[in-house]
């Protein structure tokens, strides 16, 4: 079966820079990299120990076990060198996106409410998840719609999202739920809560992995044949077309 060919780069983006960061332990630096190449932009490499983001326009931290995951997943990477960078970038508006354990860790820098705790299964999932979109006003998912259904993989051994009442009346009042587990919720996260944003739109975090969907051939399958999925390249082109327009 014939596998698709990945989306053009998007136009404009040749002169973006979007930071990766790479902590002990990350294990999808290179993955969330050659998802920005592929999208147009230009990959920055971050060094955990690194006081300066080196001019770039956008920061992604993704997914690993940074730190061993020692004390609490995220709970050390939220106080490495480069961290101060982020927050106060972020903080400036800067677009920030956190996959995985970067999500974690910017729960854990408080850029983000609520935090993430064991699976509720207590076992590590794998899977290829099906997601609605809920939010696509954000720097991170412009180029979806709202309601739109996507698969990308997850995996996780510590992804249910928890926030207490009041937190969670605000995200939802104010539509920060960026995504949502569909067909079933595989970390006991409340809400069915896949990724939220900060007020701006411009901090999110996700749980589930887009950059392993980006490329034809490496993706999950779908009707058009084994591996072709490449629901995760929007999560790309959408801050380089933020970036595009500022």
Known sequence: M?????????????????????????LDDRDAARAVTLAGAEAVHLWHADESLSDVDAVILPGGFSYGDYL????????APIMDAVIAAAKGGMPVLGICNGFQVLCE???????LVRNDSQQFVCRDQKLRIENAETAWTSDFTAGQEIVIP??????GYMADDAALDMLE????????????????SR????????????IVGLMPHP????????????????????????????????????
């Open 173 to 188: 009042g104010e539509g920060r739920v960026v995504a949502r587990y569909l067909e079933v919720n595989p970390n006991g």
């Open 109 to 115: 820098a408080h850029l983000l409410p609520g935090a």
């Open 211 to 246: 950059e392993h969907a980006v490329e034809a051939g490496y993706g999950p399958d779908t009707a058009e044949g084994m591996r072709t999925g490449l629901d995760g390249q929007g999560f790309f082109t959408s801050v380089i077309s933020a970036l595009v327009r500022a």
């Open 72 to 79: 609490r997943c995220g709970a050390i990477a939220r106080f």
């Open 191 to 202: 809400n069915d809560i896949a990724g939220i944003t900060d007020a701006t739109g411009r």
């Open 2 to 26: 014939g596998a698709p060919a990945s989306s053009a780069p998007t136009p404009g983006a040749a002169g973006a820079r979007i930071g990766v960061v790479t902590f002990p332990g990350t």
């Open 154 to 159: 997850l995996k996780n051994g510590e992804g």
